[in-house]
Nanobody, 120 residues
Framework: QVQLVESGGGLVQAGGSLRLSCAAS????????MRWYREAPGKQRELVAI???????NYADSVKGRFTISRDNAKNTVYLQMNSLQPEDTAVYYC??????????????WGQGTQVTVSS
């Protein structure tokens, strides 16, 4: 069983910064893609950033230039550095990962979410 545990959310003023972390634990071979999603009240969950095991990254247009995703593969951890936060960034942020749990089996896993609130 694989667990993803997020941390680092909180309340910040507009223009401020937060750093989210997501650590994977359990029994698995490796982690392929790691992602951050967010879900604001009344809105659909949206993909924010992606990081592959090879180091490639991609971002939603709304966060490009402000957010940075990074991975520490030795620690099975993904980070999301969020700068220049705006009230529209307020949401529950979820970690998501494609985890290789067998020779030919990959399983998608979700964290429990962490609240980010940006005040104006």
């Amino acid at each position: 069983q694989v667990q993803l545990v997020e941390s680092g959310g909180g309340l910040v003023q507009a223009g401020g910064s937060l750093r989210l972390s997501c650590a994977a634990s359990g029994s698995f071979f490796s982690i392929n893609v790691m992602r951050w999603y967010r879900e604001a009240p009344g809105k659909q969950r949206e993909l924010v950033a992606i990081a592959t095991s090879g180091g490639s990254t991609n971002y939603a247009d709304s966060v490009k230039g402000r957010f940075t995703i990074s991975r520490d593969n030795a620690k099975n951890t993904v980070y999301l550095q969020m700068n220049s936060l705006q009230p529209e960034d307020t949401a529950v942020y979820y970690c998501n990962a494609d985890v290789r749990v067998g020779w030919y089996q990959t399983k998608e896993n979700w964290g429990q979410g962490t609240q980010v609130t940006v005040s104006s």
